[in-house]
């Protein structure tokens, strides 16, 4: 199977592909530097640094680059603060900056739709993918969670 199923990609930072452990792997789940996707590739950067599980204090712009095969096409990028969508972008070409500055402590959640079936490879499905979260300390005082803890029973 290839391109156009469902993935989770990690960014792994390695000299070799031979240097990789489980460790690492869990090290990147973890630290919740991960991408969800049934076809494309984001890479959500804030100034130039991998965005998803990280922690900015004060507004800050989010590039997103999204990488897909010539047979696939990403239309759409979704922003999502603490839950709620907020915005839908057009996407135009490969490439989008999105301000992120809410008023107070947020989580952002970004996705990528595409509105056009994979075909030839995979007809009538098409493409998605989630970045992981990315946390705004609005104020500088430390990230505060906006909404209460989930509970398990």
Do not use: C
């Amino acid at each position: 199977e290839g391109m156009g199923v469902n993935r989770t990609w990690i960014r792994l930072e390695l000299d070799t592909i031979s240097s990789l452990t489980n460790d690492d792997v869990r090290t990147a789940i973890l630290d919740r530097g991960t991408i969800a996707s049934f076809g494309p590739l984001l890479v959500p950067t804030i100034n130039g640094e991998w965005a998803p599980g990280t922690t900015h204090t004060g507004a800050v712009d989010l590039e997103v680059d999204v990488r897909t095969p010539s047979w696939m096409t990403v239309d759409t990028l979704h922003v999502f603060e603490n839950g709620t969508e907020t915005s839908t972008l057009a996407l135009e070409g490969s490439s989008a900056t999105i301000r992120l500055e809410p008023d107070s402590d947020a989580v952002y959640v970004i996705t990528a739709t595409g509105s056009e079936d994979m075909s030839p490879v995979y007809p009538g499905k098409t493409p998605w993918a989630l970045a992981q979260a990315i946390f705004i300390d609005a104020d500088g005082d430390g990230w505060t969670p906006p909404l209460p803890a989930l509970s398990a029973r």
